[in-house]
């Protein structure tokens, strides 16, 4: 739940200096397990810079906005805070 680890708070930096096109994760809890603030990077922060994210194991890629996977993105986020 901690967004403070140092290659999270290094992958931002290179993102805000637009060194990044793809992030690609295991699944969205190695994102984060804050269901509020992982929200917040799939859906604002990484759009912004133009990033695109990819959670392998969840199907979930934000280049496809109808995903049905992607509809479940803010579930599957819940159910990650509330394990953590």
């Known amino acids: 739940m901690n967004y403070d680890r ?3 708070q290094e992958m931002l930096a290179e993102i805000e200096a637009g060194n990044v096109a793809v992030c690609i994760a295991k699944d969205l809890s ?3 397990r804050n269901s509020s603030l992982t929200g917040l990077y799939i859906n604002f922060t990484f ?3 133009g990033v695109r994210y990819i ?3 969840d199907h979930f890629d934000t280049i496809d ?7 479940m993105a803010g579930i599957k986020n819940l159910f990650n805070d509330n394990y953590s």
């Open 65 to 71: 906005p109808n995903s049905t996977d992607n509809d």
């Open 55 to 57: 959670a392998i194991n």
């Open 47 to 49: 759009p912004k810079y």
């Open 6 to 8: 140092h290659g999270f």
């Open 30 to 32: 190695r994102l984060g």
